[in-house]
């Protein structure tokens, strides 16, 4: 049985981001006092009294917009509605009830499904102000006295969401969860992809560059495994970011890019190789994450039965500073070659936290020194006692040497390879750190 979920809805601007940032322990929701910066369902885990549930931030409900962005919000808040066990009502006691509070709780009367009233910005503790108290008037149960922002009444809500619930079950033990981040430009179709993989529209897609502000967590099951997908904002140019929203955003990303076991960049076809791919692509290297190269909207491209292999010859160019991540030519619209993905994905997670025994490193070590002899200078050679792995994620390997200095990029790049080909790893980074006697680190 999968966790309850419980989703935060309401209109704009009344604090449902602090509240779910505040139930979940963590800043994972972007905030801002500007209407409209979550839009997408942003998900969480609450713990509370040993039971954990899943939490949904949504963007604000306008009923009556024809704003496409802002319709698209609303679907967003619809579908976490459906999703959900128990749905938490925010409204804000310094603006008083207004007839978009009435609208919303009127969806969710409708919907069926349990509600909880929370009245948000009730900062001052004691006896509630005469205003709290026009809110029985949405009918729909006594409200709570929440301040989102100190995190008062926030016990009182989740008592009144947990009457609500079932009585606990034993949850299905859950797999592996490998996850994955998905980086790149805006535009390069990243929420595309994973509404495709999903089968839903899971995440806001438009042609308007910045449409997805936070960084999203899915969870999804299939034949390959368990993953939690995470669709990210574009990584734009520097110079080109000077709203503080987008800031956030991109901090997001990063932050994404931080706790994922495998990055998926994403590059745009019909575009081909820019200078920002690069630099997004050096990020999750620099992150010692797992990386596939996938080349989006190949289904927008005149080919030949030539064109793949050019453009793969061209990107290994592009790319060659990450010549270990392999390339996959996808297209989010058609979902071809997405069942190639995720096996990549699985590959590539697999290598990322490979740990290999001491005893067949330094076999293969002994091997490669006797197949090409360590480099000279001055007539010292470069003595190479024994290796070992100090750990994964990405593959790090300690070498005992004579001199550090006598260790020269071209034969740590030839050791490098000889333990990708022998030990199959794919798509990760791989680090080595020198030490010579006297316990120096390089």
């Known amino acids: 049985m999968a966790k309850p979920i419980v989703a935060i809805v309401g209109r704009p601007n009344v604090g449902k981001s602090t509240l779910f940032n505040k139930l979940v322990g963590k800043r994972i929701s972007i905030v801002d006092d500007t209407p409209g910066v979550t839009r997408d369902r942003i998900y969480g885990e609450c713990e509370w009294q040993n039971r954990t549930i899943s939490i ?3 963007g604000g409900i306008e009923p009556r917009s024809d704003d496409v962005i802002l319709s698209q919000m609303r679907r967003q808040a619809e579908l976490a509605i459906d999703a959900a066990d128990v749905i938490i009502l925010v409204t804000d006691v310094r603006s008083g009830l ?3 509070d009435l609208e919303v709780a009127q969806m969710l009367i409708k919907s069926g499904r349990p509600v909880v009233l929370c009245v948000n910005k009730c900062d001052s503790v004691g006896e509630a102000s005469a205003d709290f108290y026009e809110f029985y008037n949405l009918g729909i149960g006594d409200p709570i006295q929440v301040s989102a922002v100190h995190g008062h009444g926030t016990g009182d809500l989740l008592e009144a969401v947990f009457a ?6 034993d949850y299905d033990e859950e797999g592996e969860v490998i996850s994955v981040a998905v980086i790149g430009k805006p535009n390069v179709g990243k929420s595309s992809l994973v509404n495709k993989i999903l089968g839903e529209e899971r995440v806001i897609v438009s042609n308007i560059a ?3 502000r936070d960084s999203i967590d899915t969870s999804v099951e299939n034949k390959h495994g368990c993953f939690n997908l995470i669709d990210t904002a574009g990584l734009r140019r520097k110079s080109r970011v000077d709203d503080i929203i987008e800031k956030y955003s991109i901090l997001r990303a990063k932050m994404a890019i931080e706790r994922c076991d495998v990055c998926v960049i994403m590059i745009d076809a019909c575009e081909g190789f820019t ?3 690069s630099k997004v692509a050096g990020l999750a290297m620099e992150a010692g994450k797992g990386c596939i190269i996938a080349v989006n909207k190949w289904d927008a491209i005149e080919k030949t039965d030539k064109t793949m292999n050019e453009y793969r010859k061209a990107l290994q160019t592009d790319f ?12 989010a619209k ?3 070659r997405l069942d190639q993905l995720f096996e990549l994905i699985k590959q590539v997670a697999s290598s990322n936290a490979m740990r290999i025994k001491t005893g067949m490193l330094n076999d293969l070590l002994a091997e490669a020194v006797m197949r090409v002899q360590p480099p000279t200078d001055k007539g010292r050679r470069l003595k190479i006692y024994y290796m070992t792995q100090a750990s994964t994620k990405p593959p790090t390997f300690v ?5 550090d200095e006598l260790f020269h990029f071209s034969y740590q790049r030839y050791l490098e390879n000889k333990i990708r080909d022998t030990f199959g790893l794919v798509g990760t980074p791989i680090r080595f750190v020198i030490r010579e006697r006297g316990d120096k680190d390089k």
């Open 164 to 169: 609500f619930l079932p009585p606990e079950s």
């Open 98 to 100: 207004v007839s978009t």
């Open 334 to 336: 058609t979902g071809q």
């Open 210 to 212: 910045g449409t997805t």
């Open 320 to 331: 060659s500073f990450i010549s270990y991540a392999p390339m996959i030519f996808i297209s």
């Open 275 to 277: 200078e920002q791919d």
């Open 399 to 403: 070498f005992f040497v004579n001199s």
């Open 56 to 58: 949904i931030d949504t």
